[in-house]
């Protein structure tokens, strides 16, 4: 039921792998009525359908494609039925939806449909199995069809070599995985994939011991070691020129080719370094509106920096924002330099604070918090030196490629509850949302997304959040008053009084709430009294205050909500985060306590943003949620979900 991270929720061994919204489309076209005639090749409208359908593909909406093509599956005759199934579970899984994309594929029938059906569906199913961190059972699956690759079936190679490479990384044999890369090599065609291919076999071979790497010394992998050195710097004596004239002739048969050699050297570069000098840009005014606000993300990142451990002792600069203190900072301090500054007020007065900390050698910003400030740095062409945002501004076209946005968005959580009603099968939602600026985002970001999936916001209705009663917008919006007009339209015909009972409407299947946890306690009551108990309510996080409160919450029960894992599971290190906190700022721990994740993923992926670039489907487990990189550079939250019990969020673990 639920888009849940597998790396914190799910149990590998015992996953529940249901897929209600999707399969009971798919099952329905299949239960009852005579079967329909085979269909072994698409009509010319469902041709242009595809066709439409895989542009959105290479636009990223994986799971617009993918219900686009269950619904074509419905219509469809075997073995169309089975092709556009197939297709539809190899978008789930490219959309990381892969308990929903097991399922799907485990429903498809179709053996004797032919040998590249059944290859694909070999593949996919490798490919869930290293989803699912099971790399000795995508090699199992994957001996099964050595055989069957053709050598003219270069795409069916391409992706039998990447799996098996990947298989082998997660089963920690990186000699193996490098060959598995070097057999790929040439069946790569685009040459950002052979740069990216290229520097996987150099990280693998790196692993390898000095013992290990002895035994090769007149294989190729000893090249591509020495290749990979120059590339990454390592050894800067001499000009780049000349280091590869060197490597040419101690290799003189390895196949790297110029242009290979140019492209790695040119792209090298443009990898974030790790950074030594680190500038944290935020509105820490004492007559700033956001100060505490920016104080609890400094703390929550001074947190981070703290609790990583390292041999080194570093100096945290206060700048102008003043420096906070643990009590275990002293051996535990990362080995760079942190230097706190004044964003100022305006867009404008963060360039300013920005070309300071340049000047003053930070090699990696973060910050600034205001939107207008990142929506400006986003408007520029490029940035001398990377910047890590703390929200998200507006685009109106590429941002410079070295500018990062992070940030606690209440739009993407938006979207991300209308993907989860979705998936839970409801198609007609009532929205009530508070008469400000803030709730209309929310609202129409939830609206959007909800009719792009193909669903009908039936009713909107606004409340006013300076009041404690809701009744008027919620009787609205379940159109209980036209109940009561009826009531007394039939009394006023007949003259009598009437046994009578209020109903509201009954075209609507879910209700989204956008409200903060003050009026999503007094809505949610309100809406059992004006009869939908049992419609589903879903809404953001704001509607929890972040702390367990059974007494405040009792009148919650029922509400799905989405979260992030500092607040519903936090791991290990989050726990120890978080006493970390309260101790050190006992005032803000709770009023503050996502900002103070905010800060803590703020470090914690500084050492990830490369590879998350490199590879834009890879995760990280943030405590903000799971965090992947979009082509904007934008950090997308995959969060959490829960429902009230007994005035306490219990995690929803269910799939759908």
Not at 15 to 25: G, M, N, V, Y
Not at 263 to 283: D, Y
Not at 324 to 352: C, K, M, T, V, W
Not at 596 to 611: K, S
């Amino acid at each position: 039921m639920t888009n849940l991270t597998q790396a914190r929720l799910f149990r590998h061994e015992n996953l529940p792998f249901l897929l209600a919204a999707l399969l009971l489309a798919l099952l329905a076209g299949c239960a009852g009525g005579p079967a329909p005639a085979p269909q072994a090749t698409p009509s010319a409208e469902e041709a242009q359908q595809t066709e439409a359908l895989e542009k959105m593909v290479r636009q990223g909406r994986h799971l617009d494609a993918a219900l686009a093509y269950s619904r074509l599956a419905n219509r469809a005759a075997p073995p169309l039925r089975e092709m556009y199934s197939l297709r539809a579970a190899e978008l789930l899984k490219d959309g990381n939806y892969i308990p929903q994309s097991f399922q799907l594929l485990s429903e498809i029938q179709g053996a004797n449909l032919g040998p590249e059906f059944h290859i694909r569906r070999v593949l996919l199913t490798a490919d869930i199995a290293l989803a699912r961190q099971r790399p000795d059972e995508a090699l199992a699956v994957l001996d099964s069809i050595t055989s069957q690759l053709a050598d003219d079936e270069r795409d069916f190679r391409r992706r039998y070599h990447q799996l098996r490479a990947q298989a082998f990384e997660q089963l920690g044999q990186p000699l193996e995985s490098a060959r598995e890369h070097v057999l790929l090599e040439p069946l790569l065609d685009d040459p950002a994939a052979v740069q990216a291919n290229q520097f996987a076999i150099v990280d693998e071979l790196q692993q390898l011991t000095p013992q290990v790497l002895d035994g090769l010394a007149a294989d190729e992998f000893g090249g591509w070691l020495a290749l990979a050195a120059i590339g990454k710097g390592v050894d800067d004596s001499l000009p780049a020129d000349e280091l590869i004239a060197r490597w040419r002739a101690q290799y003189p048969q390895h196949p790297a080719s110029e242009a290979t050699i140019a492209r790695l050297l040119a792209a090298r570069p443009q990898a974030l370094r790790t950074p030594r000098r680190i500038a944290l840009i935020l509105p820490l005014g004492p007559r700033n509106r956001y100060a505490k606000a920016a104080e609890a993300v400094r703390n929550g990142f001074f947190a981070a920096y703290y609790a990583r451990p390292r041999q080194a002792m570093a100096d945290a600069v206060p700048g102008d924002g003043g420096a906070p203190h643990l009590e275990d900072a002293g051996s535990n301090a990362p080995p760079l330099q942190l230097r706190i500054y004044e964003e100022g007020r305006g867009a404008e007065a963060f360039d300013a604070v920005y070309q300071q900390a340049v000047a003053d050698g930070a090699d990696l910003v973060v910050g600034p918090l205001g939107k207008d400030a990142v929506s400006r740095l986003a408007s520029r062409e490029s940035l001398p030196v990377p910047v890590l945002a703390l929200n998200y501004g507006e685009m109106n076209g590429a941002p410079p490629r070295n500018l990062f946005q992070l940030g606690l968005s209440p739009e993407q959580e938006a979207r991300e509850v209308a993907q989860r009603a979705w998936l839970d099968g409801h198609r007609r939602t009532a929205v009530i949302t508070p008469s400000t600026p803030w709730g209309d985002r929310v609202a129409k970001a939830f609206n959007e997304r909800w009719l792009a999936l193909g669903g009908h916001v039936v009713e909107v209705q606004h409340y006013d959040p300076k009041k404690n009663d809701y009744s008027l917008p919620i009787r609205r919006l379940l159109n209980v008053d036209e109940s009561q007009a009826r009531r007394k339209s039939v009394r006023r015909i007949i003259g009598e009084k009437i046994e009578f009972i209020p109903r509201r409407r009954q075209d609507i299947d879910a209700i989204f709430m956008v409200a903060f946890s003050r009026q999503a306690r007094v809505i949610r009551p309100q809406l059992r009294f004006h009869h939908a108990p049992k419609v589903p309510v879903y809404t953001t996080s704001h509607a929890f205050s972040g702390t367990v409160d059974p007494q405040m919450d009792r009148d919650m029960d029922g509400v799905m909500f989405a979260d992030m894992p500092w607040t519903l599971a936090p791991d290990a290190l989050g726990q120890r985060l978080k006493g970390d906190i309260a101790r050190a700022w006992p005032g803000a721990a709770r009023r503050y306590t996502r900002l103070h994740a905010l800060g803590v993923d703020a470090y914690r992926v500084i050492g990830q943003l490369n590879e998350l670039r490199r590879d834009r489907a890879a995760h990280f487990a943030g405590e903000t949620g799971e965090l992947s990189l979009d082509a904007d550079n934008r950090l997308q939250r995959r969060l959490l979900w829960a429902r009230f019990q007994r005035g306490v969020p219990q995690l929803d673990t269910t799939e759908n």
